[in-house]
């Protein structure tokens, strides 16, 4: 009896939970929505430059359907995740050389940091002349994009290691490559994970721009799909698109968001999600 | 009767910090001997060099002038747990082993053996956020334990804690020195706890830091901190203690 209380309870309030997550966001797209369908009740635009919200998730529903769609959603991807691993992997060791080595980080630290404020399409012009307008042109702007944050966090998160934990490691006897791996690197995680989420939406966006700047014959991408619908002025299929990006986007960050809130959570230093 | 072996040993040691001219002197002439299985608690005010002579011990640092001798491995406790956040107390334990150079194969046994010794068998699989302080200092003990030294140097390992969980911890930690046969050097500033942990009180004066007088404690254990003789030698050191800072005396610890 007390058991079935208990559970009933539980899932009571497991329900409220999921209600008290769920409605701000419906909310918000309720919001939204019905903004956008009141703009475009209002004809403040003609409807074929602002479609209203139906009209757009219609082509949306439509895309989904083609081939061509999840061809350039695939595209992206490919090209947003081996950018993306390859400027953890540089910006990685990167930051761990900068925040090991004095003489290094006097040298380039700053460097990092501008190049982390610096628009990533300011290097599609080089990218192209070097590369030439194929993948690699986006992949290089993509990792100089992503890179510098994530070397950053590393950089930081390793200046706030505790002084304790390195004195503990040394009491116990960690060697200089022990130190880093089983205590510096873990106890830096939190700042990395926060160096990944910044860099991320950096890659996110200059894949974006690459996209749209970097046209490949017969590779069909978002950027590309959002480049013809506007030359072909079908404009729900580039809001529709549009939304798409929006998504993948906010999808990749919430996944983020969850291995934070993990890593958190597991140090004790979640406050309350 | 022939004594024990000589496990650490401090001759006319000094140690400085900054630079040279407007260096601040946090230790001079420290002469200390400590022998196998003695329990010595060092005992002065904050900034006395208690935590730097114990540094020096660990051999964290050297000393400006003078010798450290240490006869043997040496593991130290801090204040604070210092346990590592994302491993759970067993980790945190086995951690050390695998620094001691404990073969994985017997790790499993040995952090089981430790956890029992420290009374935290059930709780292996948490991690220091779910465990109170007194555990979360069980836990570094036991680490303390996993080095497999036979000095200890604790540098006031409850200081933070409750009354109570001190209390406990000053039981468990006396059992576990005369059953492991360990030799160890405690740092507190609370008198009380010197003399009811002590074989050997040895009191420093700051500015500089150095040693201003040595008691032995011949009480019988188990000892209690409220006990009426406990009481009467703490206060005898806070007077002591006070007088060496040049304050008068009439308060009790």
């Known amino acids: ?273 | 009767m022939k004594q024990a072996e000589l496990m650490l040993r401090a001759d006319n040691v000094s140690k400085s910090f900054g630079p040279e001219g407007a260096a601040t002197v946090a230790l001079s002439g420290v002469d200390m001997s400590i022998r196998a299985g003695e329990f010595v608690t060092i005992v002065g005010a904050s900034g006395c060099g208690k935590s730097t002579l114990l540094n020096l011990f660990a051999g964290l640092d050297k000393p400006s002038s003078g010798t450290i001798e240490v006869n043997g491995k040496v593991a130290l406790m801090f204040q604070e747990a210092t346990l590592l956040p994302w491993l759970t107390a067993r980790k945190n334990i086995e951690l050390a082993l695998n620094y001691a150079g404990v073969a994985r194969s017997d790790r499993d046994a040995r952090v089981a053996e430790l956890l029992d010794i420290v009374r935290l068998g059930d709780w292996a699989d948490k991690r220091p956020h779910e465990l109170s302080g007194g555990m979360r200092q069980r836990v570094a003990l036991a680490r303390c334990l996993a080095q497999g030294a036979r000095i200890v140097l604790m540098d006031e390992p409850l200081g933070a804690l409750d009354a109570m969980t001190r209390d406990h911890l000053h039981d468990e930690i006396e059992s576990i020195v005369k059953a492991q046969g360990l030799t160890v050097v405690f740092v507190t500033h609370n008198m009380r706890e010197a003399v009811r942990l002590g074989d050997r009180v040895i009191l420093m004066g700051s500015r500089p830091g150095r040693v201003v007088y040595e008691q032995s404690v011949p009480l019988k254990r188990p000892r209690t901190m409220d006990s009426n003789d406990i009481a009467s030698r703490a206060a005898d050191l806070t007077n002591r203690l006070k007088a060496e800072q040049g304050i008068l005396e009439g308060a009790d610890s």
Do not use: C
């Open chain 1, 1 to 273: 009896m007390t058991i079935n209380n208990a559970s009933r309870t539980q899932t009571t309030f497991s329900a409220r939970n999921a209600w008290a997550w769920t409605w701000p966001k419906l909310f918000a797209i309720a919001l939204v929505l019905g903004g956008w369908e009141l703009l475009f009740l209002s004809e403040w635009r003609p409807s074929y430059v602002l479609p209203g919200p139906i009209e757009t998730f219609d082509a949306l529903f439509k895309m989904a359907g083609t081939e061509r769609f999840w061809l350039a959603v695939k595209t992206t991807m490919t090209r947003a995740g081996t950018g993306f691993i390859l400027a953890l992997v540089l910006g990685s060791i990167v930051g761990i050389a900068v925040a090991r080595i004095k003489p290094l980080r006097l040298a380039v630290g700053n460097v990092i940091t501008g190049l982390q404020v610096m628009p990533s399409i300011a290097w599609f012009p080089l990218a192209i002349l070097v590369f030439g307008l194929n993948e690699q042109a986006i992949l290089f702007v993509v990792v100089l994009g992503a890179g510098p944050s994530i070397a950053n966090g590393v950089i930081a998160g390793i200046d706030h290691v505790p002084p304790a934990f390195t004195r503990l490691g040394r009491v116990l006897g960690a060697g200089p490559i022990a130190l880093y791996r089983d205590i510096v690197l873990p106890a830096a995680l939190p700042t990395y994970v926060a160096g990944l989420v910044q860099g991320w939406s950096f890659a996110w966006r200059s894949l974006m721009a690459g996209e749209l700047l970097v046209i490949i014959a017969e590779t069909p991408s978002l950027g590309t799909t959002l480049d013809f619908a506007r030359q072909m002025s079908k404009v729900p299929e580039l809001i529709a698109t549009m939304i798409v990006i929006l998504l993948i986007g906010m999808l990749v960050d919430s996944v983020f968001g969850t291995i934070s809130r993990k890593i958190r959570r597991d140090r004790g230093l979640a406050i309350d999600d």
